[in-house]
């Protein structure tokens, strides 16, 4: 549930949808057999995908990106450091999308 701004220097919270800028990131885990479910056809395997949201605020979001950093998460970047990141690890989002939501 969101409850403030996913930058960690900021303590602004969320209140509505029409002010700052929301995030949702798909995320797909390990494959699942869904062996035990009445009709199902055990040889099929499903991908678990869950969405995450995040959210930055109006102060935040015209300087501030997220991005998914391997091993660590999503965190908040400047713009421009967020640019020359996304740039290098291009190859490395295989199974992460970030959509934005406005």
Known sequence: MLSKCANPGCCATFLYLSRGKLFRWETSGAARSDAGTFGADPKV??????????WLCDDCAPAMTLINEKGIGVVARP????????????????????????
């Not at 395997?45 to 995040?54: E, M, P, S």
């Not at 990141?85 to 999308?97: E, Y």
């Open 79 to 102: 713009l421009l450091r967020a640019k020359a990141a996304a740039a290098g690890a291009v190859a490395a989002t295989s199974r992460v999308s970030a959509r934005s939501v406005e």
């Open 45 to 54: 395997q499903k991908t678990n995908r869950r969405l995450k949201f995040f």
